[in-house]
């Protein structure tokens, strides 16, 4: 006797045996798992353009990620630890804010940016405030080295919804990026205490902090300071004090740290005003 089939469209949506109709049967053709119900058993398939459709719908629900920071080195190797965190995904890496801008596709939004805080051309300040201004919807995630309570508070006020140091734990990492999918908001608890230590610091205490970092600085950090001064690049000022533009990096990142400010204009107003250079 020849083998005899006859189909059924199961909801994907919907899980339920296999139904049998009766032979010449017509049925609406729905998206969903073929089922072939033949004398040798039961076979299941997905039709190609169903495969393409649930595959998108797997890649809508898995969250997506973009990082922004002008240290490759550091970026790639977070974009790596990031793919290894289960349903998470990486769409594309920029430099800074505006290229974040340029290369975002409306069409597929990330749900998570995980941003610095100091790059050129536009900082992190700036691009939160325009992904809060334009997609309310993405979570920013501030990665930054500055251990700075200021930082910290101006970077929620431009919307971001968490606020990580760049030595931060794996599993922190992680942590943050869920809870603010799922709760909106993530500071760790560091930072906290940054804060709460801020507001009961008198005017006076700080100021002395203030003087005590000045006089610790050495010779080559205050002739970056001096240097900052002037009209000249980042990169004219690593011609001038014979080094690589990474190395002025380095100091930049590192006075950032150390003097409690986020911008060049920050360095400079500290090294006037502890006459370390003159305008």
């Given at each position: 006797?020849?083998?005899?089939?006859?189909?059924?469209?199961?909801?994907?949506?919907?899980?339920?045996?296999?139904?049998?109709?009766?032979?010449?049967?017509?049925?609406?053709?729905?998206?969903?798992?073929l089922t072939v119900v033949s004398s040798s058993?039961?076979?299941?398939?997905?039709?190609?353009?169903?495969?393409?459709?649930?595959?998108?719908?797997k890649s809508f629900r898995m969250p997506k990620v973009v990082l922004v920071d002008d240290h490759v080195l550091l970026r790639n190797a977070l974009a790596k630890i990031i793919h290894h965190f289960d349903g998470y995904s990486v769409?594309?890496?920029a430099?800074?804010?505006?290229?974040?801008?340029?290369?975002?596709?409306?069409?597929?939004?990330?749900?998570?940016v995980i941003l610095d805080v100091t790059m050129p051309v536009m900082n992190g300040y700036e691009t939160s405030q325009w992904i809060?201004?334009?997609?309310?919807?993405?979570?920013?995630?501030a990665l930054s080295m500055l251990n700075d309570e200021r930082v910290v508070i101006r970077m929620l006020r431009s919307g971001a919804k968490g606020y990580l140091l760049k030595d931060t734990e794996v599993d922190e990492l992680k942590q943050a990026m869920e809870e603010v999918?799922?709760?909106?908001?993530y500071i760790n608890e560091i930072l906290y205490k940054n804060i709460v230590q801020t507001i009961n610091t008198s005017p006076e205490e700080k100021e002395e902090l203030q003087q005590q970092i000045a006089m610790g600085l050495n010779d080559r950090e205050k002739e970056f300071l001096r240097w900052l001064c002037t009209d000249k690049s980042y990169k004219e000022i690593?011609?001038?004090?014979?080094?690589?533009?990474?190395?002025?990096?380095g100091y930049r990142d590192s006075l950032f740290e150390k003097l409690k400010v986020a911008s060049r204009i920050g360095l400079v107003m500290?090294?006037?005003?502890?006459?370390?250079?003159?305008?």
């Open positions: 006797m020849g083998e005899k089939a006859s189909y059924n469209f199961l909801s994907r949506h919907k899980s339920r045996k296999a139904l049998f109709p009766r032979q010449g049967s017509l049925y609406p053709k729905k998206m969903g798992v058993g039961i076979l299941q398939f997905v039709p190609p353009n169903c495969t393409e459709l649930i595959n998108q719908k769409l594309f890496e430099n800074n804010g505006r290229h974040f801008i340029q290369m975002l596709d409306p069409d597929n939004l990330p749900n998570i809060n201004a334009n997609h309310p919807d993405m979570k920013v995630i999918l799922n709760k909106g908001l690593a011609s001038e004090m014979f080094l690589s533009p990474r190395t002025v990096d500290f090294a006037v005003k502890h006459e370390i250079a003159h305008l």
